[in-house]
């Protein structure tokens, strides 16, 4: 199975910060790779596919990059609602699989 | 807005069947190009793929739980069922209905925590 890691595990950052995390992968992947928003209690959010497109409805201060084995989600401005954990998947290979997630702590 | 609500006991015995059912609403289970799948996050673990079946065709397992599980649809009923068979402790997590485009997840259920204990 491919292997996700994301780093680093949690962050700290303010309103209005700008922060970026990142998902290596065990091997290549291309472009395979989506990002999520999960808040506890909550439906996980789909937020980014295809390493850089934007979910329909998700707000353009949310930004993905990225290609082969390292990926970066980045949040431009973090309002109160982004203080919350992300983590990343891979559909390049069955079976898919998650990264252990980033959060990001106020 | 698709929504999907995950069912089922919350408690399960040591080498019993867990059982869950995942209720569609907003949309169609029958929806061409889409497959349903289970997810499961053991407590302090990573996101762990289950399995995942579409419409027009059979399920798919993760190797790792294939001889345990079985994925089925009710189509009547537009919901989807996961059956998890001979569970040990190992098995107790929270569990997600999910649905994908190949295997891209697009929605989420919210989850259902499932104890297995005696």
């Known amino acids: 199975d491919i292997q996700l890691t994301q780093s680093p595990p949690s962050l700290s950052a303010s309103v209005g910060d700008r922060v970026t995390f990142t998902c290596r992968a065990s091997q290549a992947i291309t472009m395979k790779l989506a990002w999520f928003q999960q808040r506890p209690g909550k439906a996980p959010r789909s937020l980014i596919y295809?390493?850089?497109r934007l979910q329909s409805g998700v707000p353009s201060k949310f930004s993905g990059s990225g290609s082969g084995t390292e990926f970066n989600l980045t949040i431009s401005s973090l309002e109160v609602g982004d203080f919350t954990t992300y983590f990343c998947?891979?559909?390049?290979?069955?079976?898919?699989?998650f990264g252990g997630g980033t959060r990001v702590d106020i | 807005q698709l929504q999907l609500q995950e069912s089922g006991s919350g408690l399960v015995r040591p080498s019993q069947t867990l059982s869950l059912t995942c209720d569609i609403s907003g949309g169609s289970i029958t929806s061409g190009g889409f497959s349903w799948s289970w997810i499961r996050q053991p407590p302090g673990k990573d996101l762990e793929w289950i399995g995942h079946i579409w419409h027009s065709g059979g399920p798919n397992y993760n190797p790792s739980l294939k001889n345990r599980v079985t994925i089925s649809l009710d189509t009547p009923e537009n919901q989807f069922s996961l059956d998890l068979k001979s569970v040990t402790a190992a098995d107790t997590a929270v569990y997600y209905c999910a649905r994908c485009s190949g295997w891209l997840v697009d929605y989420w259920g919210q989850g259902i925590f499932v104890t297995v204990s005696s």
């Open positions: 998947q891979q559909y390049q290979a069955y079976p898919p699989t």
């Open positions: 295809a390493a850089s």
